[in-house]
């Protein structure tokens, strides 16, 4: 199975060349508002995420009986 790396960002043309042939896809833009939006929502689930995760490691640490009387 290949691993796939799916990104957002905002590439100069000499950006893309230095990325080379092995950056297969690149998507032109237009600033609009749309565009400003998706990346906000984009960062939102980023962060979400992150808390998450962040909950995740702190139930992990304290154990089944940490905390709990």
């Known amino acids: 199975m290949e691993d796939r790396v799916i990104a957002i960002g905002l590439l100069t043309a000499r950006d893309l060349d230095?990325?080379?042939?092995?950056?297969?896809r690149a998507y032109p833009v237009d600033e609009t508002p749309?565009?400003?939006e998706l990346l906000r929502a984009i960062d939102a689930a980023d962060?979400?995420?992150?808390?998450?995760?962040?909950e995740a490691r702190l139930i992990?640490?304290?154990?089944?009986?940490?905390?709990r009387r």
């Open 34 to 36: 749309c565009f400003g």
């Open 18 to 24: 230095r990325l080379g042939a092995g950056f297969s």
């Open 60 to 67: 992990a640490r304290q154990g089944p009986l940490n905390g």
């Open 47 to 54: 962060r979400e995420l992150w808390r998450e995760r962040d």
